[in-house]
């Protein structure tokens, strides 16, 4: 066989190795136990979809997540203020503080507000909009309340707030 002729069954050969490699990628992928959530679900900033959707009162959790296919950043701040970071902002690094005594007091005051109740997904009938933002869910005693870093999009007064304060006071972002 002559040289010309090998290069020309080089392609199509490397070519069907690679769709047969990713194939086999996206079957392994589909058959894991967990469905994938769609795009467009509010619980994909979530760390899976049966996790829990509330925390208990005076707690707070933040997932966010930059774009479909970014890394999960999850903060846990507890009711005294202290938090623990995974991932907190992208960079792979894990890190744990304390709130300090006047941010402590303004969470917990934002975190018993009623109106908090009447941001949850559940109650606005959140829907994503935005294609490649980041996406942050904040847990909460009431419920989940899902934001996205869009333009034009208003994120709810208190859970604003709440994220404000969160990834002011920690390395949690405020932006993707």
């Not at 469905?35 to 899976?48: I, K, Q």
């Not at 792979?92 to 908090?116: F, K, M, W």
């Amino acid at each position: 066989m002559s040289r010309r002729s090998r290069s020309r069954l080089l392609g199509p050969l490397l070519s069907a190795v690679l769709v047969a490699t990713m194939t086999g990628c996206t079957l392994v992928h589909a058959s894991a136990e967990e469905p994938v959530p769609a795009p467009n679900d509010p619980a994909s900033a979530l760390p899976e979809p049966g996790a829990p959707t509330t925390v208990g009162d005076g707690q707070v959790s933040l997932f966010q997540k930059l774009g479909e296919y970014g890394p999960l950043r999850t903060l846990q701040v507890e009711r005294d203020g202290v938090w623990k970071c995974l991932d907190c902002a992208g960079d792979g690094v894990n890190s744990t503080g304390s709130l300090a005594p006047e941010q402590v007091n303004r969470l917990q005051q934002l975190l018993t507000d009623p109106a908090l109740a009447t941001e949850t997904d559940q109650a606005r009938h959140y829907r994503s909009t935005c294609i490649d933002a980041l996406t942050s869910s904040l847990l909460t005693a009431v419920g989940s309340i899902t934001t996205e870093d869009c333009p034009g999009v208003e994120d709810p007064r208190i859970a604003g707030e709440i994220l404000l304060l969160l990834t002011q006071a920690t390395p949690a972002e405020l932006k993707g």
